[in-house]
């Protein structure tokens, strides 16, 4: 899988937030990059994606709209859980101090061989297992 960098669920996220159009404009940049195959994802980010949009946006979109949505988004590479991973996120967790699921992201963008991860809530800066943290939208 040859992606350099790694998107967060907040990119995709803010990529469809009609609310905040500096943030989305940014955000549809990095997801179209990813389209190309320059980006990866991981299951993860997927999974809190959909669930972003179905329950915790203002107006929720439909399942129908979703499924379309989700099609849409099928080009992109991505990266799938195991055991490994899960421990690999244990290992970021004792490591770095990051919550578990932070750790997954943080395996996930290793596993892919990423050098940059795109995060708004990964601290700026910070490097993990040799994979940096840039936030798209400082």
Known sequence: M???EFL????????YDD??????????NHLGRALEGECVVSVQVLAEFTVA??????????????LVLLDA???????????ELVR????????YGVH???GMIIAAA???DCKKIWSEDLNAGQEYFGVKVENPFA
């Open 73 to 83: 988004l099928s080009p992109l590479k991505v990266v799938q859980p195991d055991k």
């Open 88 to 95: 690999r996120a244990v290992e970021a967790h004792a490591q």
């Open 19 to 28: 609310g905040e159009p500096r943030k989305q404009s940014i955000a549809r």
């Open 8 to 15: 967060d669920t907040n990119v995709l996220v803010y990529a």
């Open 100 to 102: 578990f699921y932070d």
């Open 110 to 112: 290793e596993r892919a």
């Open 53 to 66: 949009l179905l329950h915790k946006f203002s107006i929720p979109i439909t399942t129908e709209k979703m």
């Open 2 to 4: 040859i992606a350099h």
